[in-house]
């Protein structure tokens, strides 16, 4: 996990600093396409998905938020405090009101299906009008087509750069520059950090499949395709996705699947429960039940790695996330859930 802003400060280089100069008002930003201006640093936002939540905690930002939405997974212990004080206006998808109605001088986005064409909140246009700057995660937008496919198609690979980049950007939409550095630099250095436990280990036989919930157990799982987020997880510690749609989470038959037979299966820990596979131990009695599933090899060998869902995002938990598959890909043990 990552330790305690207090701590991430404490950890700020001063070349870091010194490369972090004050922003200068008004800001424009091209986010995903569209020009978004601050005259001044925003004093109360809206976040509408954990990812852009947690990093705007992760920046020291807590105090500037008047509504949080679409958790995950429960808020890190580190950002506890921030958190207890920041209304949360929905567990999933807000309405357009409820955001409005915290008067905020920006709306933080994780994902182009909440705000954006069609957006189940609201589009780009309709907060336009109030003069309200909208900002969405550049992993969401670019090098995909959110427009095909139930959670958008991929049509170049998920870049971890666009991670760095929300960083960075959100530091200087609201004059935190050097925090932005700091935190960029901590993440890089898990990155790497995982890369290297598995320094000098051949996984070209390994594959893994991620299993993130399903409508209704009795139907096909979402699981992730290829150049997603789960899968720039997989390429980054050298091991295989048997998933080949460029679908970010595609739905796909466990025949299919247990044919594929996988070497480890990682499935999503949630908070949330909009389907009944939200619950991690409904998932996990399903594989060791199912007459197809539990079949597997990696549910016969215990190769079962369970991770929190938003891991799996465009946030900063992927970074312990990769720790934690490093870890039992290094092992060859499944780590305590």
């Not at 500037?64 to 950002?79: D, H, I, Q, R, Y």
């Not at 064409?117 to 992993?139: C, D, H, K, M, N």
């Not at 750069?161 to 950007?169: G, H």
Request: with cysteine; hydrophobic share 45%.
């Amino acid at each position: 996990m990552l330790p305690r802003f207090a701590t991430l400060l404490a950890s700020l280089s001063l070349a870091g600093a010194a490369h972090a100069g004050a922003t200068h008002y008004p800001l424009t930003v091209d986010n995903c396409g569209v020009a978004q201006t601050f005259a001044q640093a925003p004093e109360r936002a809206v976040t509408i998905g954990q990812a852009g939540t947690e990093m705007l905690y992760a920046l020291g930002l807590g105090e500037k938020l008047a509504g949080t939405s679409l958790w995950f997974n429960n808020v890190l212990p580190e950002f506890a405090e921030q958190n207890a004080k920041v209304p949360r206006l929905a567990d999933n998808d807000p309405s357009f009101e409820a955001v409005v109605g915290k008067r905020p001088q920006l709306v933080a986005v994780q994902f182009e299906w909440m705000v954006g064409a069609q957006g189940v909140v609201g589009t780009r246009e309709q907060f336009a009008e109030l003069e309200i700057p909208t900002y969405l995660l550049p992993s969401d937008c670019e090098g995909k087509d959110n427009l095909v496919g139930a959670d958008g198609t991929r049509l170049q690979p998920f870049r971890i750069d666009s991670i760095y980049k929300s960083v960075s950007e959100l530091a200087a939409i609201f004059d935190v520059q050097a925090r932005g550095v700091a935190l960029n630099d901590q993440l890089k250095g898990k990155l790497e950090h995982a890369r290297k436990q598995l320094a000098g280990k051949d996984l070209s036989a390994t594959s893994a499949l991620f299993w993130f919930s399903s409508a209704d157990l009795e139907m096909d799982p979402y699981v992730a395709g290829r150049q997603g987020v789960a899968d720039f997880m997989l390429q980054t510690l050298g091991v295989r996705n048997v998933v080949e749609s460029n679908e970010e989470w595609p739905t796909v038959g466990w025949e299919t699947l247990a044919k594929a037979n996988p070497t480890w299966l990682i499935i999503a820990r949630m908070d949330r429960r909009r389907f009944p596979a939200d619950d991690v131990e409904k998932k996990l009695e399903f594989l060791h039940t199912d007459p197809v599933a539990k079949n597997m090899d990696a549910v016969r060998n215990g190769r079962v790695i369970v991770l929190d869902a938003d891991a799996m995002q465009a946030g900063i938990r992927l970074f312990p996330g990769l720790e934690r598959l490093s870890t039992a890909f290094a092992t060859g043990k499944a780590p305590q859930p």
